[in-house]
């Protein structure tokens, strides 16, 4: 047995879980299976349980056939559900593929907006369980879609032929039909989709990447996993010729002792030129057009994530560091504040569009009772975000990309009943618009024109 470190368990009066440092050696614990030193170090991060006897039972319960402690409360079932999961898994037993899942309301906790401060013993052992799960496959991608049917096989397509081996899709309260087609794909085995249920008092976004991050058992079967927006395309750089894979395997090269935890691409803020009306083709090839950004999006391996609460990069755990896309080590502390940096590649994020498309987002953002709601954005920001046309801001694209999504696009709509539920979305399109925005929206664009501001 290892030796005990000399801590003073009734130094604090609340949980040492203040940061990711304090996991460390449960974790080490954790995977020499010693149930002694396990209770300690729980007993030193949570020192007001530090004399309650489920500490024990806990312990045994993360590694053993013991029966798991009884509990009213339904946070810790979740993550005592999770913990036994995760003991077959690591027991031999299958990975249990998903094409579609429901979680409901009484999962906003997971939404992890305190990290891993707001952490319960169960989710901490149960997080810690997780990450003993080998992976099998290298590359996976996250998002969260609402309202976003005419962009799911666009969207789809660009992550298949970038290399993305899988993509799982959380999606919640659509009323542009865009369930037939996404339940459709699930069905097929192109996407995993987990449909949520909100109460729009939490980012279903943020919701949806807590789940990912804590509870599913099918994310762990992925080294990395990327978490996007459904208006996000990430971008390799040309050295690596379009290839998640190639970016990996240099990440490989350079770090061969140990790896990142998480690689931050830029955005590259698409701009419209104030369009009112959507018009037909993909979005890399409708928007060629853009400005610089700080904020970033990541890969991260999912073995690292303590959370993913921050949206645009990972909390990771103890001694993981995250790089840019030249593979320099980033400050997250300081992330924001560093010049965009697209040696090795980029997000592409189109989040104007045409003035018709960002009605849809607006009225998305529009429905969530949050008490900082940032994404219901004025109309006005449509302009002030925006930016006109010039040579100095051309960046076409890819050409053999392009011309291989439209393949993959092809061929999703091939498999039965696609090509069907795709057109559908693309007619109701203008009276979906409508129906959200009324019949004025022309009137509301003049109104609402302002100049184009700093991003």
Known sequence: MAAMKHKNIQAESSPRVKDVAGLRDLEEALKRKDVT????????????????????????????????????????????????????????GPM???????????????????????????????????????????????????????????WIAHYNVIGFEHSIIYTNDNSDGSEELLR?????????????????????????YGHAVQALHELRDFEWAMFVDSDEYFIPG??????????????????????????????????????????????????????????????????????????HYPEVKEGGIVVDSVFDPVDLDSIYSADPRYGGGRVNHYWTRSFEEFAVKKARGATLNLAENQYDRPLSTFFAWNGFETPENHFPPDTALLRNVKRRIEELKALEGVREASTKLERNFPEFVRNLAGENLRNLYEESRTEVTDL
């Open 37 to 92: 030193q396990i209770v300690h170090e729980l007993a030193w991060l949570f020192p007001e349980k530090a004399k309650n006897e489920k500490l024990r039972k806990l312990a045994q319960f993360a590694l053993d056939d013991a029966e798991p402690p009884l509990t009213r409360d339904r946070k810790e079932r979740v993550f005592l559900e999770c913990i036994a999961e995760t003991k077959r898994i690591l027991r031999g």
């Open 96 to 154: 249990r593929p998903m094409s579609r899942l429901s979680i409901g309301r009484e999962l906003d906790f997971i939404s992890d907006c305190e990290g891993v401060e707001g952490w319960t013993i169960a989710q901490c052992l149960s997080n810690l369980l997780l990450g003993q799960i080998r992976p099998r496959r290298k590359a996976a991608v996250v998002s969260s879609m609402r309202n976003d049917g005419i962009y799911i096989l666009d």
């Open 184 to 208: 459709l794909l699930a069905d097929h085995g192109v996407i995993t989709l987990i449909e949520s249920e909100i109460t729009g008092t939490v980012p279903p976004e943020r919701k949806a």
């Open 238 to 311: 040309p050295q690596y010729e379009c290839s998640i894979a190639n970016v990996l395997s240099a990440v490989e090269r350079q770090f061969p002792e140990k790896l990142p935890s998480g690689i931050c691409y830029h955005w590259l803020w698409f701009i419209s030129a104030m369009a009112f009306a959507r018009t037909p083709g993909l979005l890399i090839e409708r928007f060629q057009h853009a400005r610089r950004h700080r904020l970033t999006k990541c890969i991260a391996r999912v073995a690292d994530i303590a959370s993913m609460r921050r949206d």
